[in-house]
């Protein structure tokens, strides 16, 4: 609940900041009259006749606004001119300009009929009577068959652009898009040969007077109704499930589509009756049927969201399987903000109206406003399209490469929000007469504000760019990198990544927040924050790190270097002091290294006295086979060759050698037998794969060659004894003592 009122409050802020903008942009009357200043009407000379003429031509109410904007002018105490400064004055002022149109709306309730009774009657009379206004409807009538039956035409000869039906329109959505979209454009070629029959008939059959009354009433209750039913049919497809662009079912779909329809006939006619009023004599301010039929717009729009809030849901939500929780919260809220906008600009048309600047109101800009912030399920949809079709590809396979293309998604979708976000704020302003581009270099509050809105979204775009940049080259950074069994099964040695996917995550944070920290003081001095005593506070707060913690400021340093002589890389198995690990994950004044068991140590860069990579570049391998004496050194010199060579052919473990398998011969006599010793060498990350094969193939290679490998014995030489099963039991006895005193002293000695 608390997020759905912070959305709220930012609306209400950005669109009261808009109204007061567009407000200082036209000139306001003293009270509500809706005309222009009362003083720049007065007569010169001033003479009693020429008051008297002005007087005779006002209404009263124009009289009394006049009287009011003079005492006004000449009477300003100085209590009054206090309270007008500062937020709370301005507060106080919004409030009672409210107040005052609501409470002058229901004063003027009883005027209403009578007010368009009257209106009607000047309508009749100005054509003459009931013949003339019958005369009228039936050219009007005439004009429009004519609209219609060229309508028709146009759509019977652009016939061929609509194509062939779509087969599994789900499978292939652009298809589907592009059947939509020619549906739609014969139907916007019709109404616009509809528009331009209109114009060209009605010019031979109707006068100017009469084109005038037709032509708004066509606009605003035929032309734009029916235009927009278009568009809906395009998103909604109400009778065609299967190429609906949105997530949301059919009955929903019909029902936002008639509601829809019946939304912008209401606005329609609000502007049209408005305009017909003012036409016949009875301005804004004399009848306020304006504001009734206003009012009825906007509860029409709450009931509508609150209606078909889970259907709007679920549009908002869609179809992504990779929605974030955030997105969900929005999907969630977006019918109450649906709800919440069309409240808050019911408040500002009453505001806007009680400071009088009604004629502000005659465009509908506040129908405008609501149609862009209420299509945000609309254009959030299209900005996901078009980033699902639009993206580059995944680059490699494996969890690393899933998660950067889901990241980089998902920055592709924040930066076309604001994007679409900048361009509504735009339409809106200058639905208003507000000139966003000209606001640079003024002095006020409006100015200021836009000018740091601007500024944090630049900002944010740089922010993730930078992200997007860096998010890509780790993917293919990473997904260059081959997962070994070694590293699968934890046993340490691997070949690391690039020098650029152990430094991109540093550059990416430090980036960011650099970026982050300048836009928001480059924003704060957009609302007139002097941010000079930020700098120096800052300055100051570096200086004092730099000498309260020179222990972490070593470790900064430290960490600069071992970056700079490329001691060491994300990926790679290395021994600080006797710590060994491979590196996981390095930050600003230290490293992490997972060791091959699953504790992670986490050493700062000031205490490295001495860093051994086990991972650079290439491994050399030893590997010790005891043997009997007795056994042909040569023998086994050519069973290690040919190991060698069947595994360099082999195309498993080939490509991980860069030296083959073989002998270096005897390498030492003990005890027990003769020890013979083998080498390779190895891209790192595969040489433990690489022993584990070769030893399965020395032991099958000596079970066939008859090669026993030696094994700890005893042996006792007793003379004058050939056979030791003519031995007596006293003599056995006598040989186990003595085996078990050799293999005790065996044990005993230092290793």
């Known amino acids: 609940m608390a997020r759905i009122v912070s959305v709220l409050a930012s609306t209400l802020v950005l669109l009261l900041v808009l109204a007061q903008m567009a407000m200082a942009q036209v000139p306001l009357p003293s009270s509500g009259s809706g005309e222009a200043d009362a003083s720049a009407d007065l007569p010169d000379p001033l003479t009693p006749e020429a008051i008297e003429a002005l007087v005779a031509r006002m209404s009263d109410t124009e009289v009394r606004n006049m009287l009011l904007s003079q005492l006004e002018a000449n009477a300003t105490p100085a209590s009054s001119a206090a309270d007008s400064q500062g937020f709370i004055g301005e507060l106080n002022r919004i409030v009672t300009h409210l107040v005052s149109g609501l409470i002058d709306a229901v004063q003027k309730m009883p005027m209403l009929i009578v007010n368009q009774v009257g209106s009607i009657t000047n309508f009749v009379e100005t054509f003459g009577g009931p013949s003339g206004v019958l005369t009228l409807f039936g050219l009007v009538a005439a004009t429009l068959a004519a609209g219609f039956i060229i309508e028709r035409a146009v759509i019977f000869l652009t016939r061929g652009w609509q194509g062939a039906e779509v087969e599994n329109p789900e499978d292939n959505l652009f298809g589907a898009l592009k059947y939509l979209f020619r549906r739609m454009l014969r139907e916007i070629v019709g109404l616009i040969g509809f528009y331009f029959g209109l114009r060209t008939v009605g010019r031979l059959l109707l006068d100017e007077q009469q084109i005038a009354y037709a032509a708004p009433f066509v606009v605003y209750l035929i032309w734009i109704p029916r235009l927009t039913a278009a568009f809906a049919r395009m998103i909604l497809a109400p009778n065609r499930p299967d190429l609906r662009l949105v997530t949301i079912d059919s009955h929903w779909a019909k029902y936002l589509y008639r509601n829809l329809i019946g939304l912008v006939l209401l606005g329609g006619f609000t502007i049209w009756i408005v305009n017909f009023n003012a036409a016949n004599g009875v301005k804004m301010d004399e009848s306020r049927l304006g504001f009734w039929l206003n009012t009825a717009v906007h509860v029409y729009i709450g009931i509508i969201a609150w209606q078909a809030r889970k259907g709007l849901s679920d549009m908002m939500r869609g179809t992504d399987p990779d929605n974030t929780q955030f997105d969900e919260w929005v999907a969630k809220i977006y019918p109450y903000f649906a709800i919440g906008v069309t409240a808050v600009m019911w408040l500002i048309v009453d505001i806007v109206a009680g400071y009088g600047n009604l004629a502000l109101l005659v465009t509908g800009p506040h129908f405008v406003t609501m149609f862009w912030l209420l299509s945000a399920p609309l254009l959030d949809t299209a900005v996901r399209g078009l ?365």
């Open 387 to 751: 980033v699902r079709h639009l993206q580059p590809p995944i680059i490699g396979e494996g969890p690393v490469a899933e998660a950067a293309y889901k990241s980089t998604k998902r920055s592709f979708i924040r930066i076309g929000r604001v994007i679409v976000a900048a361009i509504v704020i735009l339409l809106i302003a200058n639905a208003w007469q507000i000139d966003l581009i000209s606001l640079r270099g003024k002095a006020s509050a409006g100015a200021d504000f836009f000018q740091f809105l601007i500024t944090l979204a630049i900002g944010y775009l740089f922010y993730e760019g930078v992200g997007l940049w860096v998010n890509r080259r780790l993917a293919r950074e990473h997904t260059t990198q081959e997962v070994t069994e070694d590293m699968a099964a934890g046993e340490g040695g691997g070949a690391g990544g690039s020098r650029l996917a152990t430094v991109l995550p540093l550059v990416r944070v430090t980036a960011q927040v650099g970026i982050a920290v300048i836009f928001f003081l480059l924003a704060l001095g957009n609302l007139g924050v002097d941010i000079t005593p930020l700098l120096a506070g800052a300055g100051i707060l570096g200086l004092a790190i730099g000498f309260g913690a020179q222990k972490l400021v070593a470790d900064i340093v430290g960490g600069i270097f071992f970056l700079i002589d490329d001691a060491f890389r994300v990926g790679e198995y290395v021994d600080v002091g006797g710590t060994m690990g491979t590196v996981e994950k390095i930050s600003v004044r230290s490293m992490q290294l997972r060791h091959h068991r699953g504790a992670v140590h986490t050493i700062p860069y000031g205490e490295i006295q001495k860093l051994t990579n086990f991972s650079r570049d290439w491994v050399i391998m030893k590997l010790m086979f005891t043997v009997p004496f007795d056994t042909d050194p040569n023998k086994i010199k050519k069973i290690f060759k040919k190991i060698g060579a069947e595994m360099m052919e082999d195309p498993v473990h080939g490509p991980g050698f860069l030296e083959p398998f073989k002998s270096q011969g005897v390498f030492n006599f003990d005890d027990v037998g003769m020890v013979v010793r083998g080498k390779f060498m190895a891209k790192p990350g595969g040489q433990f794969t690489i022993r584990k094969e070769i030893y399965n193939r020395v032991k099958k290679e000596f079970d066939a060659a008859g090669i026993a490998f030696a094994r700890r014995e005893v042996r006792v030489a007793i003379p004058g004894m050939e056979n030791a099963e003519d031995m007596s039991d006293f003599e056995k006895s006598a040989v186990a003592g003595a085996a078990a005193g050799a293999v005790q002293a065996a044990e005993e000695q230092p290793k």
